[in-house]
């Protein structure tokens, strides 16, 4: 076989092992986006939840009282606190009416319809804190 012919063979699996990881997210849902996001959250933050408490309150600070922080982190895991933190927020809804929302096993599309918001900009704020606390 030609060397060139090789060469293009192998530049092409490469090209195939590297994008299809990141197609194969672009093709779930924005429900399954976002349940992957705060499971991502939660595997990451869950290890030590006094630090994650911190780094909440920062990054939510003058947006989310620090004891709404408190309270949803007592009966959430952290990436639920952070989807039902910015539903609250973007809803303009109170945190305990979407808490009580997931609690009842409603899911994140389902929550998303009845608050008005477009599960596309949950999205976007969680992707946003996970930047935004390293």
Known sequence: MNIKVIRK?????LIFMFLLPG?????LSESERL??????????QSKN?????????DYFFGVQKPDVIETLIKEFPPGDTVAIIIMSNLSKKSYR????????DKGWQDMANQLGVELKNVIKEVISF?????
């Not at 349940?35 to 990451?44: A, F, G, Q, R, S």
């Not at 996970?130 to 390293?134: D, H, L, M, W």
């Open 9 to 13: 063979v192998l530049v092409v699996l």
């Open 23 to 27: 197609a194969s997210f672009a093709r």
């Open 35 to 44: 349940e992957k996001l705060v499971k991502m959250i939660n595997k990451n």
């Open 49 to 57: 939840l006094k630090t994650f408490e911190k780094k909440a309150k």
């Open 97 to 104: 009416d979407i808490a009580n929302m997931r609690k009842s």
């Open 130 to 134: 996970r930047s935004g606390i390293g």
